[in-house]
């Protein structure tokens, strides 16, 4: 028989245990230790301890993580027992570090493990959040329920995800392009002019000469342009990683003309949405609201979510510190402060986060429409403006060969 090495409790004292037992299977084993009042949270074969494959840190998309909790809700819900369901599902992942993730959590399982503990050990694949509701679904017996809630619930939010990713992006790639087609320009285009010009010892108007001192620049320091703005950029991103520097720019992000008010919008959609998925759920309103912080992507907005916490701890309302932290429009609050009163918060919170989400469609959407040709009219003033003052000695010196004609 094989020899397995377990980790448990012990019911009568509640002390940890470990230790090798022979047995025909995990599954006796398992039996055979609960007889002996010991609650098993791993086992496995000695000489055949499970690793994760050495990969790369390859990340696990949130969209992969929908799509197995809507997997995994079918399968229970057709009534097939949990191992046998991880280990379906596991078998058709291509994602090799989620498959491996996959197989642990099932064995782990199969030792006798909940299937919330066995996933809190993977907190990069499984998130609090996600792991609150398994663990609120195997509570309350509806973890097939749960699993579905939790798949619409992520597939929302990544939508809310690429719609900040989007804000952020688009502009900035279009005004890098922008900024490289002008420097282009000043490097290769206008040096030829400007020989031209010295050959042909014409007097250059302000417009003309005002181009030829940028093109010089550009010329002459471009490597030194080209490593500010690497420094510039990995400055930020470090100064953004502490703390201070996190409250500076989430609070700069939501002054933003236009664009401040679309990351409000994606929050306030992403807190709504979340929260009232966690209440629905049967999670507590306090570690709700912990959990929901924790998931805004703004420490301004964070800060907010638990001052509210406190505040309820403390005996207030919901809406009450929420008007006070001025980050929520009233609109919300006043919805939220209904939901209160009428005991319909979680309904309340769920239409919150449908407006809001469909506001964001609607202002990217004309975001986008409105930041095209306003960028092209742009890029066409400054192109066309240095096009223009590079003709302007030509058109002089024309008009000179004219008179003297």
Known sequence: MPTYVFKGRNTRDNSKIAGERTAHSKQALVSLLRREQIYTTSVREKGKEFRLPI?????????????????????????????????????HKENKVFKAVLVQVRNDVEGGMTLTDAMRKHPRVFSELFTSMISAGEMSGSLDILLQRISVFIEKIVKLKSAMKSAAIYPSVVMTVAIGVVALILWKVVPVFRTLFEGLGVELPLPTRIVIVASNFVSNYMIFLAAAAVLLGFGLSSYYKTSNGRHVIDRILLKLPILGEVFKKIATARFARTLSTLIVSGIAILEALEITARTTGNIIIQE??????????????IAEPMVESRIFSPMVTQMIAIGEQTGELDSMLSKIADYFEDEVDVTMANLMTILEPVLIVFLGLVIGGIVISMYLPLFSLIAKLSRGA
Do not use: H, N, Y
């Open 304 to 317: 907010a979510i638990l001052k509210t916490r406190k505040a309820i701890e403390q005996g207030k309302s």
């Open 55 to 91: 990969l790369r840190p390859a990340k696990v998309k949130d969209k992969e993580v929908a799509i197995f909790a809507r997997q995994l809700s079918v399968m229970i819900d057709a009534g097939l027992p949990l191992v046998q369901a991880l280990e379906a599902i596991a078998a």
